[in-house]
């Protein structure tokens, strides 16, 4: 199969990983691979003039026949590369000299033309809004460019126009090809060859606009560049007492706004879903802001959608919002408008990871498609790759559209995932001073604990948790230090003001060890009941489930314990079992690629470097399976799947093929990634000198221990409004509970083993699962889950580097190469 992909509309960051991902795989099952510049147009214009002759930099080897069962070493290395590589990473592809694009719009690329595309922010294959390709003669000249080339299979990455046009073109596919036979352009024998078209989607929208599913490509990145301006602004907000208005994008979709406004603490939004409710929505906003005021809050933020409307569909624009803060509330008024910005810049690494995954299943689904099977969209639903039909998520997107237009608020709302609603009512409790207080009898002191290793996102859960409280009638009651805090009376009630700029504060406010209850279980039952605590909510890992696990057991003793009580995973290593995300994972994360872009372009400099990362994670992978992918590593080492001296022969074998390989003066640095304890013996420190050792001529090694700057910095956007949604789920959880232990005799109240339960992410749903029950899913000893989900990650991550591919080929075969 000849696969051919193209980015089309607008921009967004991940598109280049999506790329990377479609050409390494369709080569590794055996496909030829092509790019399209600039979208459809370059579709329609083809390869205009005549082409240079594309070849290896090299002649390929001619391998054994036994060198691969299923030939797919044979096929990498016959497509490792064809010369335009840097020509399209540079930009330089239209300069006249020996070797140009100039003429050329679909291009064969290789496995290694593409590597470390998914680095670089925007899309290096160009991209444009075809008129031509909207018309029947423009699709029938694209139809012909492909044929010609002779493909017949195409991946589209853009928004639902251009996911319609791909759809349309697959539609009108036999169509075209009669036409161009009957004109007499292509042969029969052609015409039968490309009777069916493949098509698959992905969707790059920075908006995330599309329906059925949960992100589109390119949005994560987009609310990071949002984020880290509103963090920015809070500074000088602060210290000026002002009010700052700021216009993010969203013409039809208020998911940046919506969600920028939960991670960046928003005291107002205007998002096009949901317009305010009132006639006036000046009288409503400047309600709201100045009972923020009254209370003594400092600064204000206004986040306005580009596409925001009031009820009767009139604009809602920055400036007019700044003239009504202005005059009607006296504020010293600012406004900010990101613009472009927000499409700029590296991805992050959701926006490496998703389009990668995405990628691979976008060419699975091509080699399964047939003639009748309906043209697909590669989605995700809270961490699962899903296939769901194209036009059905298109006539979803556009209905929202339409419903907006009708003024059905709530019908449009309807149309977006459980999510989006879910994160405007969250909005709502934590950023407004509105009291739905429950009554009297059923209100609550909540204890709120930090525990374990700190994580990005704690801070933000506790703030949601206390702004819930507070809107409810509840009492929230800080407990410091974990248990060893609580022994010793460090308590206190938490405000609302209190905790007004916690949402961006990396680390752990209330203070976090690792002390277990179990060091007096009988004196932190005394504490509950002289604090008189009726429900507790911890923040933290591991150690958050053994202490969640004591207590539940204790209740068999300790009355005291007879109370809801909740665990919210938070911690950088991901390791709390049966769910798929923990809090400070995302930041995490961020903070190992940032770490790796940068070791790793230092490696490139030296031409031959190899590098040794350690990472943090105890004796869970995650942190370093992951990590590898969103870096591109060559090589991952785990607990879960240890060392041993063969492993390591083999894989030296390989980075040694791998360079043999590399185009003479042009080799990559390479990262290898290691979590901290996969090996007692085989230490960072020994393998980057076995590697120097080995790599000879060919390689050098160096090493590089990331430590505890994985555990600190801004907690990422992702991990901020992760944590408000799992915290006020968390915060009604102890609400139902509670009220049904006060339905049972005072002196006979006995909770149920469900009312003592973590919180976790199950592949498209949230689930509670009974600390109890989880036990089973726990290897207790090592600290981790038994199966996670990304147990295959790190088989992906190296066959993306190359390595089952390669590992096996002598070198007496590359011998040419040397």
């Known amino acids: ?62 391998l054994p026949d036994n060198t691969s069962p299923d030939g797919t070493s044979f096929n990498l290395i016959h497509n490792l590369r064809f010369g335009d590589g840097d020509l399209l990473k540079d930009g330089t592809g239209d300069h006249p000299g020996t070797r140009s694009l100039k003429g050329r719009y679909i291009v064969r690329v290789g496995f290694d033309d593409v590597r470390a595309w998914f680095a670089e922010g925007g899309t290096l294959i160009g991209t444009a809004r075809s008129k031509t390709f909207r018309t ?30 791909a759809d349309v073109f697959r539609a009108e596919w036999p169509k075209l090809v009669e036409a161009l036979q009957s004109e007499g352009r292509i042969t029969a024998e052609k015409a039968k060859l490309h009777a069916h078209l493949r098509i698959v989607g992905l969707v790059g929208s920075i908006d995330n606009d599309m329906s059925m599913t949960d992100l589109t490509i390119g949005a994560p990145t987009a609310l990071h560049r949002i984020c880290e301006a509103i963090d920015n602004i809070n500074s000088t907000a602060t210290s000026h007492s002002r009010a700052f208005v700021l216009e993010v994008m969203g013409r039809h979709c208020g998911w940046l706004a919506l969600l920028a406004g939960v991670s960046g603490g928003a005291d107002f939004i205007f998002i096009p879903e949901r317009p305010p409710t009132s006639e006036s929505w000046e009288d409503e906003m400047c309600e709201c802001i100045h009972r923020h005021r009254e209370v003594g809050k400092r600064k204000t933020i206004v986040i306005v959608a580009e596409g925001a409307t009031d009820r009767d569909l009139n604009p809602i624009k920055a400036d007019h919002v700044k003239d009504v803060l202005t005059e009607r ?65 298109v006539a979803m997107t556009r209905a ?64 949601a948790a206390v702004r819930y409280c507070i809107r409810h009638g509840h009492t929230p009651i800080a407990v410091h230090n974990g248990f060893r805090g609580l022994l010793d009376d460090e308590v206190h009630e938490l405000s609302w003001l209190g905790v007004d700029s916690w949402t961006a504060r990396g680390g752990s406010e209330l203070g976090t060890n690792r002390t277990l209850p179990s060091v007096d279980l009988g004196a932190v039952a005394a504490k509950f009941q002289e604090h008189q605590f009726h429900a507790l909510l911890m923040i933290g890992g591991f150690e958050t489930f053994n202490s969640l696990l004591i207590m539940e057991e204790g209740r068999r003793h300790y009355p005291a314990f007879h109370i ?63 990590g590898a992918l969103a870096t591109g590593a060559s090589l991952v080492y785990t607990p879960e799947q240890g060392m041993d001296l063969d492993t390591l022969r083999r894989d030296v074998r390989f980075l040694k093929t791998r360079y043999k390989l590399d185009a003479k003066g042009r080799s990559e640095g390479r990262l290898v990634i290691k979590n901290e304890v996969a090996s007692q013996v085989y230490t960072t420190d020994v393998m980057q000198k076995m590697l120097k050792e080995e790599g000879g001529t060919l390689f050098d090694a160096r090493s590089a221990s990331l430590g505890h700057t ?54 498209s749903s949230l689930k509670w699962v009974p600390v109890q029950e989880m036990v089973a899913h726990a290897d207790m000893q090592n600290r981790r889950g038994k199966n996670p989900w990304w147990a295959n990650i790190k088989e992906l991550a190296e066959l993306l580097a190359g390595r089952p591919q390669l590992i096996g080929i002598h070198s007496k075969d590359l011998a040419q190469y040397e």
Not at 29 to 50: D, F, H, Q, S
Not at 148 to 156: R, S, T
Not at 424 to 445: N, W, Y
Request: with cysteine.
């Open 1 to 62: 199969m000849k696969i051919a992909i193209l980015t089309s509309g607008g921009d967004s960051a991940g598109m280049n990983a999506v790329v990377r991902a479609v050409v390494k795989v369709g080569i590794l099952k055996g496909c030829e691979t092509w790019v399209v510049r600039e979208g459809y147009e370059g579709l329609v214009r083809g390869n205009t003039e005549a082409l240079s002759e594309q070849s290896l930099d090299e002649e390929p080897v001619d």
């Open 136 to 165: 029947p003669e423009g699709r029938l000249q694209a139809a012909y460019n492909m044929i010609k080339e002779g493909l017949d299979a195409l991946v589209v990455c853009g928004g639902d126009g251009s996911l319609t046009g």
């Open 329 to 393: 509330l006296g504020l010293d008024t600012r406004v900010t408008t990101l613009g472009h910005t927000q499409r700029g810049g590296r991805p992050c690494a959701y926006d490496r990871v998703l389009p990668t995954l995405q990628g691979m299943e976008a060419v699975e689904t091509l080699l399964e498609a047939t003639p009748t099977s309906p043209s697909y969209m590669i989605g995700i639903q809270e961490n699962k790759i899903t296939r769901v039909p194209l036009m059905e998520a």
């Open 400 to 463: 929202v559209s339409a419903a907006i237009e009708a003024k059905d608020f709530e019908k449009a709302m309807s149309y977006r995932d459980p999510e989006f609603k879910e994160s405007f009512e969250g909005f709502l409790k934590i950023s407004t001073l509105d009291q739905e207080k429950v009554p009297e009898e059923q209100r609550m002191r909540v204890a709120l604990m930090h525990m374990g290793a700190p994580a990005g996102g704690m801070n933000a859960a506790t703030r």
């Open 564 to 626: 809801p009580m909740v665990h919210l995973p938070a911690t950088i290593s991901n390791n709390v079992p049966m769910t798929e995300w923990s809090l400070g994972s995302d930041t995490s994360l961020n903070a190992l690629v940032d770490a790796c872009d940068a070791i790793k372009q230092s490696a490139s400099a030296s031409r031959n470097r190899v590098f040794v990362v350690e990472t943090q994670g105890g004796k869970c992978g995650y942190l370093a399976t992951v």
């Open 710 to 763: 994985l555990q600190g910095g801004v907690p990422s956007p992702m991990d901020r409004a992760r944590a408000v949604r799992l915290s006020l789920k968390c915060m009604a959880f102890l609400e139902r509970e509670h009220v049904k232990l006060l339905q049972q005799p005072v002196k006979a109240r006995h909770a149920t083993p469900d009312s003592a339960a973590i919180i976790t992410i199950q592949s």
